[in-house]
């Protein structure tokens, strides 16, 4: 992406080791939540009118200076949880594939669940099918016994 905006503007062209060196920070901008299209915009928007000395010492001033705060997209870590604890407990989960039927999909477990939040409904009807309605029993009386009912009901009408 970096070395893309010399596309928009000859002098943002980059090296590729200076665009590594800033591509951290780059990257902590799309970890709190800004979109590409919007990294972009925000480097390359307003560029001084006489033109920009330094590609690399103009963008690193940028990422840093325009880096949006944490807390607008990540509302602070609940007080009271444990030190060690709360990094983790705030991270978003791994995404994990799903081991329910159907074509190969992903979710973000919120434990350790191994299905998602569709085949967990869809799994829990289903148990819920086999508890309260089981399959219909065979018929008891055989087909003899059947015969032998008809003959009955006929003795009784004629
Ligand atoms: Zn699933």
């Avoid at 010399?6 to 951290?24: C, K, M, P, S, Y």
């Avoid at 983790?88 to 190969?104: K, Y």
Wanted: proline content about 6%; overall charge positive.
């Amino acid at each position: 992406m970096l070395l893309s905006l010399r596309h928009h503007n000859r002098d943002l062209l980059l090296g590729v080791r200076e665009a590594r060196g800033l591509a951290e920070v780059a990257g902590e901008w799309l970890r709190r939540g800004v979109s590409a299209a919007d990294l972009r915009h925000a480097l390359t928007a307003h560029l001084p009118r006489n033109g920009v000395r330094s590609a690399v010492g103009f963008l690193r001033h940028r990422l840093t200076e325009k880096l949006p705060a944490e807390e607008a997209f990540h509302p602070p870590a609940r007080a009271g949880a444990g030190a060690g604890t709360t990094a983790t407990a705030t991270a978003p989960a791994e995404l994990v594939t799903c081991e329910g039927p159907g074509n190969t999909h992903v979710f973000r477990p919120t434990a350790d669940e191994t299905l998602c939040g569709t085949c967990r409904t869809n799994e829990a009807w289903k148990a819920h099918a086999r508890r309260y309605d089981p399959r219909p029993e065979k018929p008891s009386v055989t087909w003899r016994q059947r015969v032998d009912e008809i003959a009955r009901d006929e003795a009784v009408v004629t």
